[in-house]
């Protein structure tokens, strides 16, 4: 076994833990170690890299890791950092988000075999509960004046035009018993999760306790926010998510590029497998020559591969480097497909282009000129590029011999204003 706690300790991750020993309990045997994702969205986002980052270290220190997905609790809403009442889902939406969960897990768990990992989802136990039952055997381990003391609930209590439901309120026995469950039924003695999950966690731990025998223990992890005080993972619109059908590769890549030199390196720390030594260099490279941002390019490419693959980034790094203005690079079919999410797009059919289009008719079609008098003057005054390369004769027809890229062309007015062309045989 590797130490966990000391990995996590240099990296960042670590906020509370239930036990001072919590180091020798995790290194005296092989632990099973679980966190729970809220299925309320069809994908978890950047603030979920830590719980997610967290369990892959687990599993890189020997541990098993349970990634639970909370198909039960989800219908009901974790009150903990919430000022207002959550909108409840239905059942088939839970079940499709937590299918699409799965899938950007697999990415950094190893969830191939029961004995190396497992996802769950605590639908499977919690839907069927005999409600007397639960009350019976569960609730008469919960003190209700130990839970409105919890932050969650006592925050709630205090406003006045909110307030909490017996719904929510209820949440923490459930948590706790998802805890016991999985003592009980896969060996599970430790759950991380992030700080504002202590109570739920504590709770958990107690109730194993108090009904099993069995010692359990807690992790946490800081939530994080920028060195701004800005939320982290919340781009100008809105979250960034794992799926890439919500945030393009791309948008990833850039949000990551666009780190603070203040954030950089706890994020390397955070959110790559770096080892210690390949992060103090960059950390020594943010002094020496902050505005080559090394370190920003590694985050970038090491982040966004975790997520989307090394492919996704080699697409990402040849688009980026088309969008900032390089005639050298030809793109492949997923570096045009991914421009194409970037970028205004059209077709044209490559009949049309083999009789030939005036320049200045296709700028106003594309709608990078406003009239073909702006669209001359334009040309003339080497604001038009093609394929990245000034085109001043206004002239000049753009024909098939234009097409050296994989049937497209990129079209740019100034600096900034691209439209791709695809082309398409009639």
């Known amino acids: 076994?590797?130490?966990?706690?000391?990995?996590?300790?240099?990296?960042?991750?670590?906020?509370?833990?239930?036990?001072?020993?919590?180091?020798?309990?995790?290194?005296?045997?092989?632990?099973?170690?679980?966190?729970?994702?809220?299925?309320?969205?069809?994908?978890?986002?950047?603030?979920?890299?830590?719980?997610?980052?967290?369990?892959?270290?687990?599993?890189?220190?020997?541990?098993?890791?349970?990634?639970?997905?909370?198909?039960?609790?989800?219908?009901?809403?974790?009150?903990?950092?919430?000022?207002?009442?959550?909108?409840?889902?239905?059942?088939?939406?839970?079940?499709?988000?937590?299918?699409?969960?799965?899938?950007?897990?697999?990415?950094?768990?190893?969830?191939?075999?029961?004995?190396?990992?497992?996802?769950?989802?605590?639908?499977?136990?919690?839907?069927?509960?005999?409600?007397?039952?639960?009350?019976?055997?569960?609730?008469?381990?919960?003190?209700?004046?130990?839970?409105?003391?919890?932050?969650?609930?006592?925050?709630?209590?205090?406003?006045?035009?909110?307030?909490?439901?017996?719904?929510?309120?209820?949440?923490?026995?459930?948590?706790?018993?998802?805890?016991?469950?999985?003592?009980?039924?896969?060996?599970?003695?430790?759950?991380?999760?992030?700080?504002?999950?202590?109570?739920?966690?504590?709770?958990?731990?107690?109730?194993?306790?108090?009904?099993?025998?069995?010692?359990?223990?807690?992790?946490?992890?800081?939530?994080?926010?920028?060195?701004?005080?800005?939320?982290?993972g919340k781009s100008e619109e809105g979250a960034v998510w794992l799926d890439a059908n919500l945030t393009s590769p791309y948008q990833m890549y850039q949000y990551w590029l666009q780190t603070p030199d203040g954030d950089v390196v706890p994020y390397l720390k955070l959110f790559t497998f770096l080892e210690q030594a390949a992060v103090d260099e960059l950390a020594d490279a943010v002094v020496r020559e902050p505005e080559a941002r090394a370190a920003q390019k590694a985050l970038a490419a090491e982040c966004t591969g975790l997520v989307h693959g090394k492919d996704a980034v080699r697409a990402v790094e040849k688009a980026s480097q088309i969008l900032f203005g390089s005639a050298d690079v030809i793109p492949d079919r997923e570096t045009l497909a991914l421009l194409a999410r970037e970028a205004p797009s059209s077709e044209i059919s490559r009949a049309e282009l083999s009789a030939g289009v005036a320049l200045p008719d296709l700028l106003v079609r594309t709608g990078l000129a406003e009239s073909k008098g702006a669209a001359r003057k334009l040309v003339e005054g080497g604001g038009v590029y093609i394929n990245n390369r000034r085109v001043t004769d206004v002239r000049k027809p753009l024909t098939l011999g234009e097409v050296e890229w994989p049937d497209a062309i990129l079209l740019r007015s100034g600096k900034k204003s691209y439209h791709l062309l695809r082309t398409r045989a009639d």
Not at 155 to 177: C, K, N, P, V, W
């Open 1 to 232: 076994m590797q130490d966990l706690i000391s990995e996590l300790r240099w990296r960042g991750f670590l906020a509370q833990t239930t036990c001072d020993d919590a180091a020798a309990f995790l290194l005296s045997e092989r632990r099973t170690i679980y966190v729970g994702f809220d299925p309320t969205a069809p994908s978890l986002h950047l603030g979920s890299l830590v719980p997610i980052m967290g369990l892959a270290h687990a599993q890189r220190a020997g541990h098993r890791p349970i990634a639970l997905v909370g198909g039960g609790t989800g219908l009901i809403g974790d009150p903990s950092g919430k000022t207002a009442e959550r909108v409840l889902l239905t059942r088939e939406k839970v079940e499709e988000n937590c299918a699409g969960i799965r899938k950007q897990l697999e990415r950094f768990l190893d969830l191939s075999s029961h004995d190396a990992g497992l996802m769950l989802n605590n639908a499977d136990w919690l839907l069927d509960l005999d409600l007397v039952g639960f009350l019976r055997d569960i609730g008469k381990y919960f003190s209700v004046n130990e839970m409105i003391r919890r932050d969650s609930v006592r925050m709630r209590l205090e406003e006045r035009d909110h307030g909490i439901s017996y719904t929510e309120f209820s949440y923490m026995l459930l948590q706790a018993y998802d805890f016991l469950h999985l003592c009980e039924h896969h060996g599970c003695t430790v759950q991380m999760g992030g700080s504002d999950q202590w109570g739920n966690i504590v709770s958990g731990a107690d109730l194993i306790r108090r009904r099993l025998g069995v010692r359990a223990e807690g992790i946490t992890f800081p939530l994080l926010t920028t060195s701004t005080g800005k939320k982290f």
